[in-house]
């Protein structure tokens, strides 16, 4: 079925380890997203992308590294995993020209850090 | 920036009773609404959005209403059913060109039988 992809779903990880969470969707969206999903915050914007080559900062986006090479994959990785990055992990696509048409979510990745 | 604050949860309802969830907004320019439905152990889905000033959404019986003169968008349903139970979320995204959504902290709804 068509959408986003989203690998681990769960994931435990030590202090200082380092990993990659991945996402993919096959939809041909220019857009994608990471979020981070906490108690009480909401979804909070780590990085975003607006086509291949293209990366940027959203609001939250100390710890974290992305990239996208390719329109399909835009992949998390964690650099040195902090309790702090214990979180529930959401990737997000759309269209550039329809986002007014809503994203479309993958179905989380659920981190802790111990 | 652009924010949204939403009531607090958690809300326990009884099925058939009236659901009001409260949003609102800050925002330069014309931003989108949109209400977004996550049920237990899933992403979020889009269930209903607003692109321009006294648009009504709708979708599953939900409802809500852009309204730029209270920056509101409170969502609505007259009966609700148990399987309405999941966490709400309001968003907005900016203007053309802004792809980024910004969300409120969602609102836990519980809906007993």
């Known amino acids: 079925n068509a959408g986003v992809t989203q690998t681990p779903k769960f994931q435990v990880l030590k202090t200082g380890q380092s990993m990659t969470l991945q996402c993919a969707q096959d939809?041909?969206?220019?857009?994608m997203s990471w979020y981070r999903q906490d108690p009480g915050m909401g979804l909070r914007l780590i990085h975003y992308?607006?086509?291949?080559?293209?990366?940027d900062q959203g609001e939250v986006p100390n710890g974290y590294n992305v990239s996208r090479s390719t329109t399909e994959d835009f992949p998390l990785r964690l650099l040195s995993a902090a309790p702090s990055q214990t979180s529930v992990y959401f990737c997000?696509?759309?269209?550039?020209?329809?986002?007014?048409?809503?994203?479309?979510f993958g179905s989380g990745t659920r981190l802790t850090v111990v | 920036g652009n924010s949204v604050t939403q009531m607090e949860g958690p809300v326990t309802l009884s099925e058939e009773a009236f659901l009001t969830i409260n949003c609102t907004y800050t925002?330069?320019?014309?931003?989108?609404l949109f209400w977004y439905v996550q049920y237990p152990g899933e992403g979020l889905q889009l269930l209903l959005k607003?692109?321009?000033?006294?648009d009504k959404g709708s979708n599953k019986g939900f409802e809500a209403t852009y309204r730029k003169e209270t920056t509101s968008f409170h969502l609505e349903k007259g009966s609700v059913q148990v399987s309405d139970s999941a966490v709400y979320f309001c968003?907005?995204?900016?203007?053309?060109?802004?792809?980024?959504?910004?969300f409120g902290a969602g609102t836990t709804v519980t809906v007993r039988a």
């Open positions: 939809m041909n969206h220019e857009y």
């Open positions: 992308s607006v086509g291949a080559g293209i990366t």
């Open positions: 607003a692109t321009k000033a006294d």
């Open positions: 997000a696509s759309s269209h550039i020209t329809d986002v007014n048409y809503g994203y479309t």
């Open positions: 968003a907005l995204s900016g203007n053309a060109n802004d792809y980024k959504l910004s």
């Open positions: 925002a330069t320019g014309y931003p989108s």
